[in-house]
């Protein structure tokens, strides 16, 4: 049996590893390739696109994959149709591995924004001094608010176009929250950019920012294809396949 996971996610890493091991069952993780240093899972690794649908769905007949697990980043939207379309084209079942999105408790100023253009429109009325968490690919959205400062956050270095006043921070979560209060407190940060991707890594942001009175925009994810069955962690993923795949042992999982 074969089964691919799109991947890149802490949760894509971690269903590898329950499947690693498993009699009979290879494990191809693929990665977009965005990241220059990725934290790699167990098994068969492939790095880059697919070119579209057609090219998913050829690589899927031509490896003979028995199964399909979309654990891909929430926001990486356009893959997802992808492989839904890959997947219903060679009658392959299809999984999404989707972690829980963040939800807003007592003491949160959020300001829910449909894109990241949406989100920059907010910004020049709530602060001027701004923790951007939304990655680097993204900047381009920000890059005419000459009068704000921006501290940015990614894995990697960004490139233009970018906002004109921005200190760069690389790092890569999970990240802890001695650590995000002394970040605010030093940057003098007043509002809080970040994208709706859920799970517990880059959490500890959200309760800084309510402890400090300060307001967060929330970007909301894309839609996601319809019909597709979702997994909330990596364990409900194993089982699911187990089910399809007639897998009984999982490592790990005993």
Known sequence: MHVLILGGTTEARRLAELLHGT??????????????SPRLPPGEVRVGGFGGPGGLADWLRAQRVDALVDATHPFAGTISF???EA??????????LR???????TGDRWYEAGSL???AGLL????????????????AAFADLADLWFLVRSV??????????MEVLLDRGPFTLDGERELLRRHRVEVVVTKDSGGTATAPKLQAARE????VIMVRRPHMPDGVPVAADPEQAACWLADHLDLRIFRGTD
Do not use: C, K, N, Y
Request: glycine residues 12%.
């Open 156 to 165: 990697d270095a960004p490139e233009l176009p970018h906002p004109p006043r």
């Open 117 to 119: 253009a949406q989100a």
């Open 124 to 139: 020049p009325r709530l602060g001027r001094r701004i923790f951007l968490t939304t990655g680097r690919m993204g900047l």
């Open 212 to 215: 400090a009175g300060l307001p």
């Open 82 to 84: 992808h492989a839904a």
């Open 23 to 36: 009699p009979g069952l290879t494990v191809t993780s693929s990665l977009a390739g965005r990241v220059a």
């Open 87 to 96: 997947a219903a084209t060679g009658h392959v079942p299809l999984l999404a």
């Open 99 to 105: 972690r829980p999105g963040w939800v807003p408790v």
